[in-house]
């Protein structure tokens, strides 16, 4: 049976401020059918479920060795950040605890003390990173370089290496202090 | 030193400092002169005592700002950078296309339109490309929406400085008539299915920019533009097509738009994780903050005029993502007393109105305060306010009231402790 979509439905019940637009016809046969293999190419996302992994594997040395190479020049040796590159190693005592709600004193979110999905340094990396030449590490490299950051954050073994299983079993330490938005308008102030 | 996180959630105050203490101040003739460096023009022909005299300048194929009117953005020069629209050379409610402030992860792309394709795949029941021409072809619609960036005012919530002008708290918010085609067609043409809840929106820049947008949004009030303000998008709002998410925090609104993936959860991208994020003093961090709360802020008399005794208009621009201003309140005693503002424009939603309000100044020290309270019954909090209710550590998604001090002299600061 054919699925009815939801932009029919849409249509249909009127959702929306406007509702239908009495201009728009059912469909108008515009556009160029991808084929899967083309969608591929550029679908390189991964989500927090890690589903969209690719293979490979990289170990923290190989990470460590990459990013001397690729990343210190910009991020610092250890990951310390030089301002206006951000940085991406460190869990200062203070900020332990997800503390930075309550603190008046600007501490440093990194990845091992705020990000809550170890699978966003993998995408993240992977498509922006290095800045100046996105788009030309290997899925290996990107494997070393994300199992560095986590180790180097202290949230996975300096002897790590990482797969796509292993990555998607990393439990990120503040993962559960992220809530959706809960403003909804109205006078409350939130 | 400021911090990494300084430099990042306050991009306004920090370059803001420098536009303040790097350059000399201008002189400022009147309230429209701008605040901002003056950008390079050809030296003037002199000008004639009585310009009846003489014919003047013929045709030209470019129209261009008088040369007696002088306004530019902040530009910081980083890729990773920003630029700020100058609110207090600005009147009425359109931002001029070469003002609507930039903020961009990796730098303006160069794409060629002719080429760029938007791809929608995933839940869909045709996995199908639009070009340009294809996104040309469904019925179109006009609509004016301010975008706002999540970080607009960051640095001046943060560390208030007496030395700050509207350009450096409120420049990242500018208001445009925007062109294109609802996502709602699109979709349909796709065959979006029922089990699609989450929307991933990709950019075409070095950055691949990311976001994961609800569906609901999309069948909502979602556009694919291509035009800004009655002409193709410049490139630093996306070029050749961007997603607009009326009311919803900038970044959200991806440039340079070339992938849409329908699915069933968010994808946690960095900006919706490492950035953009509300870490609160109950210990929690807000994620997905998308609708931009109401705002106003007051443009003239701002720093770093000096006023006269006698009547002034006191003018400002005011938004809320959640509809329509349904009022803006004016107080000249600092908050003692507050009075409707008149309204210059028909409020429409998630769109800028531009209100105003007669004042006489007899001479007094005093503080100038607007409020904003949106179609919901939200009201624009104090800066105290805002931090009761979220703490200290975070300066996104700020919407303080903002106040200028009026000084025995008549010199204009900014008052940001509200």
């Known amino acids: ?190 | 030193m400021p911090t990494r996180r300084d430099m990042l959630a306050s991009t306004a105050g920090a370059l803001g400092g420098a536009v303040v203490f790097g350059v000399p101040p201008l002189p400022r003739p009147d309230p429209q002169g701008a605040q901002a460096p003056p950008p390079v023009r050809p030296p003037l022909a002199p000008m004639p005592d009585d310009p009846t005299s003489a014919p003047g300048a013929p045709t030209s194929a470019l129209g261009e700002r008088s040369h007696q009117v002088s306004v530019a953005r902040t530009p910081t020069g980083l890729i990773a950078g920003s630029s700020l629209t100058p609110h207090q050379s600005l009147t009425g409610t359109i931002t001029p296309s070469d003002l609507h402030f930039e903020r961009h992860h990796a730098g303006v792309p160069a794409i060629d339109a002719a080429k760029h394709e938007l791809l929608i795949h995933g839940l869909v029941d045709r996995t199908l490309a639009f070009s340009l021409a294809d996104l040309k072809r469904f019925p179109r619609v006009t609509r004016t929406y301010f975008i706002e960036c999540s970080g607009n005012g960051g640095g001046a919530f943060r560390r208030p400085r007496a030395e700050m002008t509207p350009q450096q708290i409120a420049g990242l918010a500018s208001n445009t008539e925007w062109t294109g085609v609802p996502m709602r067609a699109l979709f349909n043409e796709v065959g979006a299915q029922r089990g699609a809840s989450w929307v991933l929106a990709e950019g075409s820049d070095a950055a691949e920019l990311t976001r994961s947008i609800p569906m609901s949004k999309m069948l909502d009030d979602a556009l694919v533009v291509w035009a800004q303000n009655g002409e193709p998008l410049r490139p630093a709002q996306g070029y050749p097509i961007r997603l607009l998410l009326p009311g919803w925090e900038g970044n959200a609104s991806i440039k340079w738009l070339r992938r849409l993936e329908l699915g069933t959860r968010p994808w946690m991208t960095r900006e919706e994780t490492s950035k953009y994020t509300d870490p609160l003093k109950d210990g929690t961090a807000r994620q997905f903050s998308f609708e931009v709360d109401a705002k106003s802020i007051i443009t003239a008399p701002v720093f770093p005029d000096r006023i006269t005794r006698g009547w002034h208009p006191i003018s400002g621009v005011a938004w809320s993502g959640r509809g329509r201003i349904a009022r803006v309140e004016v107080s000249t005693n600092g908050g003692e007393t507050w009075s409707n503002a008149a309204l210059l424009n028909a409020p429409t939603p998630k769109a800028f109105v531009r209100f105003e309000q007669m004042w006489e100044w007899k001479g007094d020290e005093t503080v100038l305060l607007s409020r904003a309270t949106d179609e919901t019954g939200y009201v624009q909090p104090t800066r105290a306010a805002l931090i009761e209710a979220r703490g200290i550590g975070t300066s996104y998604h700020s919407n303080p009231i903002y106040g200028w001090k009026v000084g025995t002299d008549g010199a204009v600061t900014f008052h940001g402790e509200t």
């Open chain 1, 1 to 190: 049976m054919r699925r009815m979509t939801i932009a029919t439905a849409a249509l249909l019940v009127g959702c929306g401020p406007s509702g239908s637009d009495p201009r728009s016809p059912q469909r108008m046969g515009l556009g160029r059918e991808v084929p899967a293999h083309e969608v591929a190419l550029v679908n390189r996302d991964v989500g927090p479920d890690g589903a969209e992994l690719p293979p490979g594997r990289g170990t923290v040395a190989e990470g460590a060795t990459v990013y001397a190479a690729k990343c210190a020049s910009c991020h610092g040796a250890n990951g310390e950040g030089m301002a206006p590159f951000p940085k991406l190693v460190g869990r200062p005592p203070e900020a332990e605890g997800f503390k930075f709600g309550a603190s008046e004193a600007g501490l440093d979110r990194t990845i091992g003390n705020y990000w809550p999905y170890a699978t966003t340094v993998f995408d993240y990396v992977r498509r922006a990173m290095p800045q100046l030449t996105p788009g030309t590490l290997t899925d290996p490299e990107v494997y070393a370089l994300t199992a560095f950051l986590l180790a180097s954050n202290q949230v996975i073994p300096m002897d790590a290496a990482l797969d796509a299983e292993s990555l998607r079993a990393v439990k990120m330490p503040y993962q559960d202090r992220f809530v959706p938005d809960n403003r909804r308008g109205g006078r409350e102030v939130k």
